[in-house]
């Protein structure tokens, strides 16, 4: 049974930094891309970092590019998002997702979220910044 575990969410001044974790089990770590993704109340889930599955190349959105890393231990089977610099926009509901893509386009990679059976979502962690 594959599972992804958020943690690390919660309550920031504006310019504060927080460490997201996603812990994920149930299928071969090493072989997925990981990333995360945001979303507000009524709007589209939004790509906001990945992680390549191999050499671990790493991409943003530009809305959090230079503030925001993502990381990932395949020891731990953890992938990890630091944000740094903190704005009350990046207010959202913050999840974990993994899917068995080779690429580092988001377009793609939500494809492969939204539609391949071997892709997996968790269940999200509030992350909330006060301005």
């Known amino acids: 049974q594959v599972q992804l575990a958020e943690s690390g969410g919660g309550l920031v001044q504006a310019g504060e930094s927080l460490r997201l974790s996603c812990a994920v089990s149930g299928l071969p770590f090493n072989m997925y891309s990981l990333a995360w993704f945001r979303q507000t109340s009524g709007k589209e889930r939004d790509f906001v970092a990945g992680?390549?599955?191999?050499?671990?190349?790493?991409y943003y959105s530009d809305s959090v590019k230079g503030r925001f890393t993502i990381s990932r231990d395949n020891t731990k089977n953890t992938v990890y998002l630091q944000m740094n610099n903190l704005k009350h926009e990046d207010t959202a509901v913050y999840y974990c997702?993994?899917?068995?893509?080779?690429?580092?386009?988001?377009?793609?990679?939500?494809?492969?979220?939204?539609?391949?059976?071997?892709?997996?979502w968790g269940q999200g962690t509030q992350v909330t910044v006060s301005s």
């Open positions: 997702a993994a899917a068995p893509y080779r690429g580092t386009d988001p377009v793609l990679l939500r494809l492969w979220l939204e539609r391949a059976d071997s892709s997996s």
């Open positions: 992680s390549r599955w191999q050499l671990a190349t790493s």
